[in-house]
């Protein structure tokens, strides 16, 4: 009796508690983490009088945002106005349920069994990513059309036609990355790079490639930035939205960077592990947790959306359309089919 | 720096020496800027070669021609604008249309107000003025079908003169709104301004509104 | 079957109304969409929104007295706004201003230039979503700025230019620090170009955007860098050269195709030349007066003047109606190059997507202030 209510509830409820408060903290600093990059990028400070070295500028944000009126467009569609902001950060949030950020753990060796740190590990892991991510675009579409104004009508449908068209390409990359590990579970598809003494970047460039470009749209950033661009559409989607709803968007955008991040180190950087798993003498970077690997892979990949933010000017829209349905989903399909033939011809012709 | 007499020495300054030739000798005469300035004087330019021209080529087209300050301006009759602006367009090279607009003399008997075309040619940089003598009330020839850039500017000149322009496209105002009573540059409009109360009170000015509200009735004239 | 098929859904226009409130409209430009999905159909610029009868003022004040009103028309390069003004004045009274004066006009005005070239480029790449140049210019335009202030007081508004010459000398110093900033700058031209020129997406939103034809530019009444990117050489220094211009050496560069990408390149080089011009005109810096003797109060004689200066945004033309013995202008109308080439705006967009609306509205550098007067 006791053994189940302690396995089923209460370690879960632990764990979710904890992912929810350092993915917040974690996003929080990101905007703190964007503005200070792009500062240095572009020759000045960026935040720093909010606490020492402006480390609490974060918080400050936070509270501004929290106790800024909340102003709701008078002609707007109020319930779905408000549902808007829910049904994007809810995703976002809950794509986290399986990403395996480390491997087990006993947390400081508090606990005499190590427990997976990821709060569960389940068979589609993947497919559970790649669909709850995009009701996220529900989220955009709805807000923007709630708003009843034409700035964020467009900014929602440029979203809806961007996200719809690049989730294809990306689905394509996620799928030769399947076709090596022969799993959809994320956590299968780590120990697989670790049994194949190879992550999955080497044969998988060209779909890492693609994987990244699209994530870089499927989360509205730069140069993909149509949906909220901001010299075009004020601001796009989230023109009407001031306050904590505001901040739920931003969140959401912030959290999806995460999730893109994490995806490209687990799908194609091997995770949690450390560089060359399986090479006995670098056993010594063991003492570094598998936790930070994992982070330090997801941070590359963040600082090279801020560098592409920093960097590139916006894509006009058919230019994006043009980008993603000619030249990414070709790709991508070409792609699959060789990485297919070449898992077939190790299979088959080079065993037998 | 020194407030003192110029002494620039030619070797120093190869461009100061050019423009003033003057200072190279020790003996005044001064340079012009110490002197007294020279104001241009009007001369009678009929013989330019293009105000010739249009007076051959157009007929009455040319009341009066004077060179001022290098300039010349062509007097025309208001009947013919838009003749004359086709012939200087056409014949004579002036693709370009630089400038126009308009000038208010309330005293005046001949007519009110000037127009004030200024035009351009590219092949020899020459500029012709043409001046047109207005009455209040009465049209003038609108030019867009000569310059595309005549739309605005007459559009300006219609707004601050209430100078009407015959065939013109889309004469609105432009700079002040749609319902604005008054022209701003009259000189019997006061320059503190009128109570337009048409922001505040839209029925005090029925036709227009308020700048935010796009005019579905345009002023007739 | 046959006839034409019926839409699917209700299709019509969709009306945008594009400012006056608008990040990407440099001001209180409203331009009024007709949209087809992003497609413009129809582009109606509508200003007036800065109105401040500026033109009206003129006639109420001595010619000194005028020249703050000139600096609030283009309040991005106040130099040349000065100059065109003062350069007209001397032609209607026939002042000719000492050399010194001439040079440092010059100089402020190139200065004058460049930072509102700056500041173009800054707007105009953050409008198509490159955010770093604007910060790299804008540290150019700081120090531009700076020299500004050490000079007159003042940083954007100089009223920096009097009839007859300049109000005040350079300071001590002044001219070093200018020399070792134009020294510099060159390099930082480079550095925006990197970050520019040869992208590949830059060029894709600029390249072939907002074509406009040598004929149709000179239709339209184009002048400036819109011109010049068309192909047509011609710049009223070299054609119709005031103060020293005539005297200084420097190229005119001219673009081939007229699109935004060649109005982009025309500028930048534009910058290039105005730092040699600024240049040229330090080493020869002569002494002497700032001023040429003008009496104090200014009395014009009767007749009408149009002289002009090639201001950053394009030909900055002041025509000046005097009456006898006038001491202030009958009727001063100022024809503001970011006027007319608004105008052009409808014909530059047509067809195009709303994104290359905030190109187009970039690559015509206008200024409200000078628009609306």
């Not at chain 1, 200070?36 to 020492?52: E, S």
């Not at chain 3, 400012?19 to 497609?39: F, I, M, S």
Request: hydrophobic share 45%; glycine share 8%.
């Amino acid at each position: 009796m006791d053994q189940p209510l302690y396995q089923f509830l209460i370690i879960p409820a632990v764990k979710i508690v904890a992912i929810l408060a350092v993915l917040l903290l974690v996003v929080a600093y990101l905007t703190f983490f964007e503005r200070k990059v792009l500062a240095y990028l572009q020759v000045r400070l960026g935040p720093n009088r909010v606490g020492p070295k402006g480390w609490l500028q974060p918080i400050a944000d936070a509270f501004k945002l929290l106790v800024k009126e909340d102003l709701i467009p008078s002609k707007a569609e109020r319930f779905v106005f408000l549902l808007a902001p829910c049904l994007i950060i809810v995703p976002a949030l809950l794509v986290w349920s399986v990403i395996p950020f480390t491997g087990e753990t006993t947390v400081f060796g508090l606990l005499s069994e190590p427990i997976p740190a990821y709060l569960t590990d389940i068979n589609i892991g993947i497919l559970f990513v790649l669909g709850v991510s995009s009701v996220g675009v529900f989220g955009i579409i709805l807000g923007g059309w709630a708003s009843n104004s034409k700035f964020s009508l467009m900014g929602g449908l440029r979203s809806a036609a961007q996200m719809v068209s690049y989730e294809v390409p990306m689905g394509f990359a996620v799928v030769s990355v399947l076709l090596m590990a022969g799993s959809l579970s994320l956590v299968r598809i780590v120990e697989v790079q670790r049994e194949a003494h190879m992550w999955f970047f080497l044969p998988g460039i060209l779909a890492l490639g693609i994987y990244f470009i699209c994530g870089v749209a499927e989360t509205n950033r730069n140069p993909f930035d149509l949906p909220e661009a901001e010299s075009e559409l004020v601001a796009g989607f989230h023109t009407e939205y001031s306050g904590m709803k505001f901040a739920l968007f931003f969140l959401a955008e912030y959290a999806n960077m995460l999730v893109i991040g994490s995806l490209v180190a687990v799908l194609f950087f091997g995770g949690w592990l450390r560089p060359f798993p399986n090479v006995e003498f670098l056993a010594f970077l063991d003492v570094i947790p598998p936790f930070f690997w994992f982070a330090s892979k997801v941070g590359v990949v963040i600082f090279i959306y801020m560098w592409f933010r920093g960097t590139f000017p916006r894509y006009r829209f058919d230019q994006l359309m043009a980008v993603g349905w000619k030249w990414l989903l070709p790709l991508s399909l070409a792609n699959v089919a060789v990485i297919a033939l070449g898992i077939l011809v190790k299979n088959h012709l080079l065993k037998g | 720096m020194s407030d003192d007499k110029p002494t620039p020495s030619p070797e120093e300054q190869p461009g100061a020496a050019k423009a003033a030739p003057a200072s190279q000798e020790e003996a005044p005469p001064k340079p012009p800027w110490e002197d007294k300035p020279v104001p241009p004087v009007p001369s009678d330019a009929a013989d330019d070669p293009d105000v010739a021209a249009l007076a051959a080529g157009v007929e009455d087209a040319v009341v009066e021609a004077v060179a001022f300050a290098d300039q010349v301006t062509v007097t025309i009759p208001r009947e013919k604008v838009l003749e004359a602006c086709r012939f200087l367009k056409e014949e004579r090279g002036f693709s370009f249309l630089v400038d126009l607009t308009a000038v208010d003399w309330p005293e005046r008997e001949e007519g009110r107000f000037d127009v004030i075309h200024w035009l351009h040619r590219f092949e020899d940089n020459r500029r012709l003025r043409l001046r047109t003598v207005v009455a209040e009330g009465e049209p003038v020839a609108s030019v867009t079908g000569v310059w595309k850039t005549a739309n605005w500017l007459e559009r300006e000149a219609y707004d601050m003169f209430g100078i009407h322009f015959e065939g013109h496209p889309n004469l609105e105002r432009i700079l002040t709104w749609e319902g604005f009573n008054g022209h701003p540059l009259r000189k019997d409009f006061p320059v503190e301004g009128i109570d337009t109360g048409a922001a505040i009170y839209p029925d005090v000015y029925p036709q227009g509104g308020g700048p935010m509200v796009d005019g579905e009735e345009k002023e007739g004239a | 079957m046959g006839g034409p098929l019926e839409p699917l859904f209700d299709v019509e226009e969709m009306e945008l109304s594009f400012g006056p409130q608008h990040p990407a409209t440099h001001g209180v430009l409203r331009v009024q969409l007709k949209l087809d999905g992003e497609k413009i159909l129809d582009a109606r610029p509508i200003i007036g929104y800065l109105h401040r009868g500026t033109e009206k003022l003129f006639e109420q004040e001595p010619f000194n007295q005028c020249i703050p009103h000139t600096d609030r028309l283009d309040y991005i390069a106040a130099p040349t706004n000065n100059q065109g003004f003062v350069v007209t004045v001397e032609k209607l009274l026939g002042i000719t201003i000492p050399p010194r004066a001439a040079y440092i006009r010059m100089i402020l005005a190139e200065l004058g230039r460049i930072s509102s070239h700056l500041l173009w480029l800054a707007t105009h790449a953050i409008d198509l979503g490159a955010i770093t140049p604007f910060f790299y210019t804008f540290r150019e335009r700081e120090e531009i700025l700076d020299l500004f202030e050490a000079y007159c007081g003042a940083r954007l508004t100089l009223n920096a230019m009097r009839v007859g010459g300049l109000p005040y000398d350079l300071p001590d110093g002044w001219v070093e620090r200018c020399a070792e900033m134009m020294e510099a700058f060159p390099a930082h031209i480079d550095e925006y170009e990197t970050l520019l020129t040869e992208n590949r997406i830059w060029k894709k939103r600029t390249v072939g955007i907002g074509v406009i034809s040598a004929e149709e530019a000179i239709d339209w009444g184009l002048t400036g860098p819109p011109l010049r990117g068309s192909g047509v050489k011609w710049d009223i220094r070299k054609v119709f050269p005031y103060d020293r211009y005539d005297e200084v050496d420097f190229e005119v560069p001219i673009g081939k195709n007229g699109d935004t990408y060649d109005r982009y390149l025309v500028r930048m080089e534009e910058m290039r030349q105005s730092v040699r011009i600024i240049q040229q005109c330090m080493d020869r810096l002569p002494d002497g007066p700032i001023m040429a003797k003008v009496p104090k109060v200014l009395r014009a004689p009767e007749g009408m003047v149009y002289a002009s200066v090639e201001a950053p945004k394009g030909e900055l033309g002041y025509f000046i109606v005097t009456t006898p013995k006038g001491s202030q202008p009958y009727r001063c109308h100022v024809r503001p190059p970011s006027f007319v080439n608004l105008q052009s705006l409808p014909v530059l967009v047509d067809g195009l997507l709303v994104a290359d609306l905030v190109a187009v509205i970039g690559t015509l550098d206008i200024v409200l202030g000078e628009i609306d007067r």
